[in-house]
């Protein structure tokens, strides 16, 4: 993983959540790092969990909207920056600022214009399609 010295104990930590209509899913990733343990994207393990909760409000014409939240939960002094998440064809019937989220091709989104991502600074925006996205992050960079 690029960015900081030979050997990190904690690399990152990170929450993605996605309101799905009447359910709330929250997909907590969190990825731990050491210079022996790297694959090729330098994550060497994830965790996923889920949990509900409330509903997000339709568009007008009834389009299911979708709220996405990701957060730099990582405990050190560590930013994350080039975040690329695994989308699909992902599009939206409201507008997503693309520097917050835009897709760069099939199956490759990046996550704030690929900017730094500081501790415990959190993106979030509202997406609106008819079925929700099953995203996942593919690479990140870490810096200490």
């Known amino acids: 993983m690029k960015g900081g010295g030979a050997f990190h104990r904690f690399c990152l930590c990170f929450l993605l959540a996605i309101f799905l209509g009447n359910e709330f899913k929250l997909v907590h990733l969190r990825v731990l790092q050491a210079a022996a343990r790297e694959n090729r994207n330098g994550i060497s393990s994830m965790s996923l ?8 409000t339709p568009l007008p014409g009834g389009i299911p909207t979708y709220i996405v939240q990701i957060l730099n939960s990582c405990a050190s002094d560590c930013s994350i920056s080039n975040i690329h998440v695994k989308c699909g064809w992902f599009s939206s019937a409201r507008l997503v600022n693309p520097r917050i989220f835009k897709r760069v091709s099939y199956d490759d989104c ?24 099953p995203l996942s992050v593919s690479s990140a960079t870490c810096s200490f």
């Open 49 to 56: 969990q889920s949990s509900n909760s409330g509903p997000a």
């Open 110 to 133: 990046l996550v704030n214009d690929g900017r730094a991502l500081g501790p415990g600074r959190t993106l979030s925006f509202q997406y609106a399609n008819t079925f929700p996205y």
